[in-house]
C-alpha cells in the first residue's frame, strides 16, 4: 500500500508541514499547513529553543490531525559541514569509522560533538589504488538532539533528518540534458547555493546576506505562478548582491569542475524577488527559473489564489522532505 510521506520544514519565519501521497497520475498533496516561527526559536538556522518550537509545531500537528505520525525534517545553516573527500576503497561500514578520523583535519567542532554521514559520489583509480570520492555532511549533535526534543513534544516521530538540497534535488529531479543543476534557496534568514549531479550534492554554500528586508507577511506572488509581482525599497540592491554571491560560487564551482550549473531552480520566499532570475540568467549565462511546486503536485481540492501563492513559494522542502518518506507495503 502507499503510504503518504510528511515533512517538516523548520523555518526562521514560518514552519510549514506538507503531506504528500504518491498516485499514479503523479504527486498529491493531501494537507498542509503553516504557522509563524516564535520569535527567536530559530537563529542562523540553529534551534535555540526546542520547547517553544515544540509547541509551535503541535498546534500544526493538531490541526492536520497528525497525532503520532512519522515525519522527515532537515537541518541547515551554517552549522551544517559538507565536504567532497576522498578516501581509499572500503565498506560503508568501514568508510563511515574512517571518516572520523579524515574528519578531525577539518570540521570546526570535535568529531565527538557531531552527527556525521557520507554519500558516495563515484569510484575512481589512482597512482595510490582504488578511491572513492564521497560528500561528508556533519552538524552539531546538539541540534540533532532539539529537533528530536521539539518533534517529541509536538507528538511525531521523527523518521529521519536530511538535507534540505538533498530533498529539493528529490521534488526536481535533474533533467537528462542538464549535466550540473542548481538551486538557490532563498529562506528568509539563510538562503543558501547548492549543486548537483546525477541526484548527487557537490557543492553547497550559505550566504551570509538575507532578504528579511521584505515585509514579513507580504504575499509577493511568484513568477512562474503567473501572478503579479511587487517592488519594495532596496529590491535592486538585493538583487545585486545575489547575483553577486552566486557568480563567486560558480566561479570557484569551475575551478573544481570546468564548468558551472547548467540550470538554476529558485526556491524560498526569495523566489518572490521580481526580475531575480533574469538577472542571474544574465550573469551567468546560463538558464534560471523560479521553481514550480504547482507543476509537479495535484490536489483532491484546489486551493485558492492566495494560498497556491503560498504554497508555490514556502513549501518546496518541505514537499521534497516528505517524498522521502513516502514508503510501501
Not at 177 to 197: K, Q, W
Amino acid at each position: 500500500m502507499n503510504l503518504p510521506g510528511i515533512g517538516l520544514d523548520i523555518g526562521s519565519r514560518k514552519i510549514k508541514i506538507a503531506r504528500v501521497k504518491k498516485k499514479r497520475s503523479g504527486l498529491e498533496i493531501i494537507s498542509f499547513a503553516s504557522r509563524e516561527t516564535p520569535r527567536g526559536v530559530i537563529e542562523a538556522g540553529a534551534i535555540m529553543d526546542p520547547y517553544v518550537l515544540g509547541e509551535a509545531i503541535a498546534e500544526l500537528v493538531n490541526e492536520l490531525g497528525l497525532k503520532n505520525r512519522s515525519v522527515i525534517s532537515a537541518v541547515a545553516g551554517p552549522q551544517v559541514y559538507t565536504r567532497i573527500i576522498s578516501m581509499p576503497r572500503l565498506t560503508m561500514k568501514e568508510l563511515r569509522q574512517a571518516v572520523k578520523y579524515e574528519a578531525a583535519a577539518f570540521l570546526p567542532v570535535p568529531v565527538e560533538q557531531a552527527a556525521m554521514d557520507i554519500y558516495p559520489i563515484r569510484e575512481y583509480q589512482d597512482r595510490e589504488g582504488s578511491k572513492i570520492e564521497m560528500l561528508y555532511v556533519a552538524v552539531r549533535q546538539s541540534q540533532v538532539e532539539r529537533l528530536k526534543t521539539s518533534c517529541r513534544l509536538a507528538n511525531l516521530k521523527l523518521q529521519s533528518i536530511e538535507l534540505e538540497p538533498l530533498a529539493l534535488n528529490r521534488l526536481f529531479p535533474t533533467p537528462k540534458e542538464v549535466d550540473f543543476m542548481a538551486f538557490l534557496n532563498l529562506g528568509a534568514f539563510r538562503p543558501y547555493f547548492s549543486i548537483h549531479r546525477g541526484g548527487v550534492m557537490l557543492f553547497n554554500r550559505n550566504f551570509s546576506f538575507a532578504y528579511s528586508g521584505y515585509p514579513a507577511g507580504a504575499a509577493l506572488p511568484c513568477q512562474q505562478a503567473g501572478f503579479k509581482q511587487w517592488r519594495f525599497p532596496g529590491t535592486e540592491r538585493v538583487i545585486n548582491e545575489i547575483v553577486n554571491e552566486i557568480d563567486r560560487s560558480c566561479q570557484y564551482f569551475k575551478l573544481q569542475h570546468g564548468k558551472g550549473p547548467d540550470k538554476i531552480l529558485i526556491t524560498g520566499g526569495g523566489a518572490r524577488i521580481p526580475e531575480l532570475d533574469q538577472a542571474i540568467a544574465n550573469s551567468l549565462s546560463c538558464q534560471v527559473e523560479v521553481a514550480d511546486l504547482l507543476s509537479r503536485v495535484k490536489f483532491s481540492r484546489l486551493p485558492g489564489e492566495e494560498i497556491l501563492q503560498e504554497l508555490n513559494c514556502d513549501f518546496a522542502v518541505a514537499t521534497g522532505l516528505a517524498l522521502g518518506g513516502i514508503g510501501f507495503w
